[in-house]
């Protein structure tokens, strides 16, 4: 388990990131990118657990051949790059153009009083959303410590102004009374659920074929305030281009199951929508660690 759980941060110090924020505000993104991309073969150099687990990633779960999956490998960090740099951009005031698939399933969703839960993973950039749009409902986003200073606060300066409320978790457990009363209040709680900490409570799917192990938080959360449930994945489709793809996931419980059980249907719902997507997005999984219990 220990080998799966999240140790996520932006790398670089204060300085960097905010040298990188004012050169975002006068250069293009995408010579960012390219100036970037020379240091990702020297970046997976000195990550080596990190650079396997993706060639695992892509040698067992999408069964590439070895020189495929190594060139997938790079792709991926590349990409991942991008996806950081897109970050600062959106702090340095760029804007990107985000599109809501399955548009009408949100919609509906927006106009209900009650709240509901958007469960997501390391994939795509799940931040883009909370930067380019403004929810009539209030967004209480779930996050785990260890951001730096400067990044920590551009991210809620901007998101704040987006009706996105950060959450942190906590040790006494206090941020689920937060979660909680933010869905009895009619609003939206967001949730990764492929961020495993110590002492974490899981649930066994499979993915791509092989088993592993995902939050149980989120789904518990959902059947216990018997909230509408949807997986949220936003995916990067071009320099300046995101999609996020939504589908609802407690929509066909079987009648009368119990909450345990209930639990288990939500969460391989949500396992077969990111087997989804990973299938058509296969460069971006960002869990850079042994995710598959093998």
Do not use: C
């Amino acid at each position: 388990m220990s080998e799966r759980q999240w140790r996520g941060t932006t790398d670089g110090t204060p300085w960097m990131h905010r040298a990188l924020v004012g050169m975002l505000r006068v250069l293009p993104v995408r010579l960012i990118y390219f100036f970037m991309g020379f240091s990702i073969p020297v970046y997976m150099l000195l990550r080596p657990k990190a650079y396997l687990a993706i060639y695992h990633y892509f040698r067992r779960r999408h069964g590439y051949g070895v020189l495929k999956s190594y060139i997938s490998t790079w792709r991926n960090h590349l990409l991942f790059g991008e996806v950081v740099v897109d970050r600062f951009a959106a702090f340095a005031g760029r804007k990107f153009t985000v599109e809501l698939g399955n548009n009408q399933v949100f919609m509906d969703l927006l106009d209900r009083e009650e709240g509901f839960m958007m469960i997501g993973a390391h994939v795509g950039n799940d931040e883009m959303s909370g930067y380019m749009l403004k929810s009539p409902k209030r967004v209480n986003a779930l996050i785990y410590g260890g951001e730096g200073d400067e990044v920590a606060m551009n991210r809620m300066k901007v998101l704040g102004q987006n009706n996105v409320r950060l959450i942190p978790v906590k040790d006494d457990m206090s941020h689920l009374f937060t979660l909680y009363s933010a869905l009895a209040d009619g609003e939206i709680v967001n949730i990764h659920a492929d961020r495993l900490l110590p002492g974490s409570k899981t649930v066994p799917i499979t993915l791509l074929g092989a088993p592993t192990q995902i939050l149980r938080g989120p789904f518990s959360l959902a059947t216990t305030r018997d909230v509408p449930v949807v997986s949220a994945f936003i995916m990067k489709e071009g320099a300046m281009k995101y999609r996020i793809h939504i589908a609802r996931l407690d929509e066909g419980a079987p009648e009368g199951i119990s909450r345990e059980e209930k639990e288990k249907y939500l969460a391989e719902r949500y396992a077969s929508e990111l087997e989804a997507i990973l299938r058509k997005y296969p460069f971006q999984w960002f869990n850079f660690h042994e995710f598959w219990d093998e």
